[in-house]
Every structure is written in C-alpha cells, then in structure tokens.
C-alpha cells in the first residue's frame, strides 16, 4: 500500500473509490493542502500499491494505516468510505473525525434498506470484468458521472486518472466489488462518538443521499451537507464545497479539543 503525505495543519486521511487511487483527489488535495497535513493512501492493487500483497479488507487496510498515520481525520470517498468507517468503528482513539463522501454503510438494496443500488448491478460489473473489464470499468466511470452538472468533464477526469498510475489489479477489482456488494457497517453507527460528516451530492446514481441521511440519523454526532447538482464525485466539480466541508468537520474537532 502506497500513502503520500504533504501539506501542513491536521492530519486528514484520503481514501480513493474503487478502481481508482489518490491521485483523483487531485484538485480537492491542492485547496486542502495550505491547512491539512493529506495522507492520500492508494488501496492495495490500485495506483502506486498496485504491487502490494496486502488482502483488499477492511482488516488489514485498516490496521495498516493506523500504522503509519497519527491521529486524523478520516475521509472516504464511495468504497474507501467503508475503510473510514471501519476505522472509525474499531479504532476510534485513532480516528478523530470521519467523513463519508458519497458512501454508505451499505452499499446494495435489502429489505429493510430499500435506498441501495440493485445487487444485480454488482454481479454484472463482476461479470463483466471477466469477459471485457475494460468496458466495464468505462461502464462503472460514466454510472459515476451520471447525474452531475457537468458530466462530460467529470467522466474525462475519471478515465484519465484510472489509468494514470498504471492499470489496477483485476483480482482486486473483483475483491472490491465484493465488498460493495457484501459489507453492512450499519450496526457500528451508533457506536460513533466522533463528529461525522456524510457529504452527498444530489444527482448522485450510486449512493442515494436519503441513503446517507439515513445513515446519519443513526450516528450521534451528524452533519448532513448535500451538494447541488454534483454527481458521485463532488470533489471533482465543486471541490471548493467539499473543502469548506471539511474544514467545517476539522473545526468541530478541534472545538472538542479545547
């Protein structure tokens, strides 16, 4: 596993999306940088740890940053959210506050949570990554994109950047789909005693913001912020909002610290 760290102020873990790497938090990671200390971790078998031969699972991700890291603020965006959350749940002496940036506890539709995506979604892109995982992972970049404001430059930035540290590992993409598809962390929300913030963007295909706010009503310490007209990754069209949001988290944090 690969972890960047520059800039300067609180330390801010940055966890990717699936297929992807930290280099995507380009334009986000040059606003934050005057005032946080960025941890910009590319996930095992994705960018610059595309070598590792560390397992894609919360486990040992997990208990591999908190290796190497201080004490921080943790962001995830889509699947790194379910890494944030996990460290937050099982190692919250470590985690200072978490952020989900268009990220669920639980990814795909059940019984009693109707707002996920259909689990045939993932059995298709997991399908589909054996016969042309190429076209399938252009599938998945467009499905992310869809809905934003201004969809034709986040899809460009998207399948720029999946390639742009070398191409991701086909097992792990197959491993992080299974995780989308299975985990359900949302027995620990109760649990968190950390400020949270659940960052949503109103146009998002993948995560449903009534998902994330559903989400938040179970966690103590929520602030719900929905960002207009953006997509699956608000960070690429209004990183200007998705900063202020998290300097709103860093300011709660620091008010718990006085």
Same mark, same amino acid.
């Given at each position: 596993?690969?972890?960047?760290?520059?800039?300067?102020?609180?330390? $801010?873990?940055? $966890?990717?999306?699936?297929?992807?790497?930290?280099?995507?938090?380009?334009?986000?990671?040059?606003?934050?940088?005057?005032?946080?200390?960025?941890?910009?971790?590319?996930?095992?078998?994705?960018?610059?740890?595309?070598?590792? +031969?560390?397992?894609?699972? $919360?486990?040992?991700?997990? &208990? @591999?940053?908190?290796?190497?890291?201080?004490?921080?603020?943790? %962001?995830?965006?889509?699947?790194?959210?379910?890494? %944030?959350?996990?460290?937050?749940?099982?190692?919250?002496?470590?985690? @200072?506050?978490?952020? *989900?940036?268009?990220?669920?506890?639980?990814?795909?539709?059940? &019984? /009693?949570?109707?707002?996920?995506?259909?689990?045939?979604?993932?059995?298709?892109? %997991?399908?589909? =990554?054996?016969?042309?995982?190429?076209? +399938?992972? &252009?599938?998945?970049?467009?499905?992310?994109?869809?809905?934003?404001?201004?969809?034709?430059?986040?899809?460009? !930035?998207?399948?720029?950047?999946?390639?742009?540290?070398?191409?991701? %590992?086909?097992?792990?993409?197959? &491993?992080?789909?299974?995780?989308?598809?299975?985990?359900?962390?949302?027995? !620990?929300?109760?649990?968190?005693? *950390?400020? +949270?913030?659940?960052? @949503?963007?109103?146009? /998002?295909? $993948?995560? /449903?913001?009534?998902?994330?706010?559903?989400?938040?009503?179970?966690?103590?310490?929520?602030?719900?912020?929905?960002?207009?007209?953006?997509?699956?990754?608000?960070?690429? +069209?209004?990183?200007?909002?998705?900063?202020?949001?998290?300097?709103? =988290?860093?300011?709660?944090?620091?008010?718990?610290?006085?």
């Amino acid at each position: 596993m690969h972890i960047q760290t520059r800039g300067r102020g609180p330390d $801010l873990v940055l $966890l990717h999306g699936w297929a992807m790497h930290a280099g995507v938090f380009g334009g986000l990671a040059e606003r934050l940088e005057p005032r946080f200390t960025l941890h910009l971790v590319d996930l095992p078998g994705h960018g610059h740890g595309r070598d590792s +031969t560390l397992p894609l699972a $919360l486990e040992p991700v997990v &208990d @591999a940053i908190v290796a190497r890291v201080p004490h921080a603020l943790w %962001a995830g965006w889509s699947l790194g959210g379910l890494f %944030a959350l996990h460290a937050a749940a099982t190692r919250p002496g470590a985690v @200072a506050g978490l952020a *989900m940036l268009c990220a669920s506890p639980r990814f795909v539709r059940g &019984d /009693d949570w109707p707002l996920g995506m259909s689990p045939e979604i993932f059995r298709g892109f %997991a399908l589909g =990554l054996r016969s042309d995982w190429r076209a +399938t992972l &252009d599938r998945f970049i467009a499905l992310e994109a869809f809905g934003s404001d201004d969809a034709r430059h986040e899809m460009r !930035v998207l399948r720029e950047e999946v390639f742009a540290r070398g191409q991701p %590992a086909a097992h792990v993409l197959a &491993d992080g789909l299974e995780m989308l598809e299975t985990c359900d962390l949302r027995g !620990v929300l109760p649990m968190l005693a *950390m400020p +949270t913030l659940w960052l @949503a963007g109103r146009r /998002d295909r $993948l995560v /449903d913001p009534r998902a994330m706010r559903a989400a938040a009503e179970q966690v103590p310490r929520a602030e719900v912020v929905v960002v207009e007209h953006a997509g699956h990754a608000p960070f690429l +069209t209004h990183a200007d909002a998705v900063a202020s949001a998290l300097d709103g =988290l860093a300011a709660a944090v620091e008010a718990d610290a006085r």
